[in-house]
């Protein structure tokens, strides 16, 4: 428990391309290799169009297996480059096969395949420009200002490094209240009997935290005492507690370089959002009676 109001193309790559071709787990396949050779020096990189290999004189490329190596459903974390590009290479084999097959099958004429077809295309094409497009707009510049701009808007925040001690009723917290305020450890007090085992292996530290992280009782109490007092017992939802206030200090801001992700992340997704709505504004837009009912219109940000 803790107070946060969250609380607290041998057999074996064949084997792995038919797995990732079904979407299956790898560990049966891994679990059949034999131990792996010491990583090779980086290749130098190979052309896109590279031939790697051909089925049935379809070729496959170097390109095709960069292109299969972003698809997230083929991620394959703690498997080596080498290896990751043998799978690959049976991968794209096995899929060109089946492809081929579905081919000599007629399964590109059924409607609903080709309504399927339709659909991945217009996402692809609107991934690819929404990517495009918010890459103009996410630039170190428009980072570093935003990142600014947020900063100069922040209100000094007050933050308390507390520690605290967890029981049952109020008898036993005053009890443990004067123990600690007659000279005895609180780390160590803390440590013998706090009944909460977030916190009671580290001397009942909570570490830093402001005062919305922290139930009310508790945050009251523990903002009102200085740095080295302890308070008498407080009742929360979760028992009875004895609180220590180490340290007291301003929230320090965030550095850019902390934020940066954060901050492209936002700069990317309100630039999408953006280009969209413009389009949705340029284009002719008609809804037959087939169509349920639009939903309301998103405001912007």
């Known amino acids: ?12 790559l064949r084997t792995g391309a038919v797995a990732l071709a079904l979407g299956l787990p790898l560990a049966s396949a891994q679990a059949q290799a034999p131990a792996a050779t010491p990583a ?9 169009e590279t031939v790697v290999a051909k089925v049935n004189g379809s070729a496959i490329t170097a390109g095709d297996l960069a ?3 972003e698809d997230p459903a083929l ?15 049976d991968y794209m084999i096995d899929l060109k096969v089946g492809a081929q097959a579905a081919d000599a099958a007629k399964i590109a004429d059924a409607p609903d395949f080709q309504r399927k077809l339709a659909y991945f295309k217009d996402k692809l094409l609107l991934d690819e420009y929404l990517e495009r497009e918010a890459k103009k707009a996410a630039t170190p510049e428009a980072a570093k200002a935003l990142y600014d701009q947020t900063v100069k808007a922040m209100k000094p925040e007050e933050e308390v490094h507390a520690r605290h001690i967890l029981v049952e009723n109020e008898d036993e917290a005053k009890k443990i209240a004067a123990r600690i305020k007659g000279g005895e450890d609180f780390a160590k007090v803390a440590a013998e009997v706090s009944k909460d085992p977030g916190s009671k292996t580290e001397g009942g530290d909570l570490g830093w935290f402001s005062k919305e992280r922290m139930v009310a009782p508790f945050a009251e109490a523990a903002f009102k005492l200085n740095a080295g007092q302890v308070s008498d017992p407080v009742k929360t939802q979760f028992g009875w507690h004895v609180i220590k206030v180490e340290e007291k200090r301003v929230k320090p801001v965030p550095t850019f370089p902390e934020m940066k992700e954060q901050v492209d992340q936002y700069i990317t997704r309100k630039a999408q959002q953006d280009l969209i709505l413009k389009l949705r504004e340029s284009a002719k837009i008609e809804r037959t009676a087939a169509a349920p009912a639009a939903p309301p219109a998103p405001k912007a940000p």
Do not use: C, E, F
């Open 75 to 89: 991620s394959l974390p703690g498997v080596d480059d080498a290896q990751k590009k043998a799978l690959l290479v």
């Open 40 to 48: 090779a020096p980086a290749a130098a990189p190979v052309a896109p």
């Open 67 to 69: 292109i299969a190596a």
């Open 1 to 12: 428990m803790t107070m946060i109001k969250s609380l607290s193309r041998s057999g074996l």
